[in-house]
């Protein structure tokens, strides 16, 4: 069974509403699928939160991943293994410019 999924057109009334709020900001972003993998792996780990910030080095709005554990905190202890991952790279740049949420058509 498929859950939390949306029809194209509501995702891209989202979309457009946020552009239009936000006219510069970052439009998406490409996570590679092994920063899922990876935090999935980790121990106690059933979900994933995205922290969004700024890089001070170049102004880029970034998404910072953390597994989250059954309860709700996010896992956060390097020495447990359980880390930050920052390996998201915004559009623009890094974008599907045929994707109908890119093109909102």
Do not use: H
């Amino acid at each position: 069974m498929v859950e939390n999924v949306i029809p194209l057109k509501e995702a891209q009334n989202w979309a457009k509403i946020y552009r239009e709020k936000n006219p510069n900001s970052v439009i998406a972003y490409l996570v590679p699928g092994i920063d899922f993998t990876q935090l999935l792996k980790e121990k106690n780990v059933v979900n994933i939160r995205a922290y969004v910030g700024i890089d001070p080095e170049n102004g880029l709005q970034k998404l910072m991943l953390v597994g989250v554990d059954a309860l709700g905190n996010d896992l956060i202890n390097p020495e447990n293994g359980q880390f930050i991952y920052d390996f998201s790279k915004p559009c623009p740049t890094e974008c599907a410019v045929n994707s109908p949420l890119f093109t909102l058509k």
